[in-house]
């Protein structure tokens, strides 16, 4: 089978002005419940695409790790290659891909890193495995071998076996401070809906529908 010939009409849902909620972080908030229901595998797993100073354009799969009114949050190192292209350009964009209900949600935003109380907090969650790769990774840098990493990996296991592993100071969150939020739901005949929300400068949101 040719790609040309890969198709599938999309049935599931309609979205209508009528149905959305004021702002998009509750319609976002509805939407992600859904998607929970619906027990999507990574259901939080998002696109994230980032540019440098010059323009050049990147984009890679990060997990959403929390959401409220002040924005989306994830969480990396700071020195890594989308670190980088944020602290020269600190714009961003998010798009979820929930293929099981034909939705997809668009955020694009501003940039700014959360508090290092709030990079504390989630980095002594994660599993002490995850909290030594952090350590033992020097993000997006070239490596001589995959012996190396491992190596740098037992090495650190070994020194903080039992002990309370500190969250490196190039390692934390960054909230995307959403402006516009458009919500895209696939219909039959690619007459698909989108509710589009713009950032009014009286900090309330402006909604309207797009054209698919």
Known sequence: MSIAAIRK????????????AADPISQFNTWWL?????EIDEVNAMTLATASAD?????????????DESGFVFFTNYHSFKGRQLEENPRACLVFFWKELERQVRITGLIEKVSEEESDTYFASRPVTSQIGALASPQSQVLASREQLEQTEKELAHAFA?????????????????????FWQGRPSRLHDRIHYTLEETGSWRIERLAP
């Open 9 to 20: 009409d999309y049935m599931r849902h309609t979205l209508t002005e009528s149905d959305v």
């Open 34 to 38: 859904e998607a929970m229901k619906s």
């Open 55 to 67: 323009g050049l354009p990147s984009a890679r799969i990060v997990l959403l790790k929390g959401y």
């Open 162 to 182: 039992g002990k309370q592993v500190p969250r490196p100071a190039h390692w934390g969150g960054y909230r995307v401070k959403p402006i516009t939020v458009e």
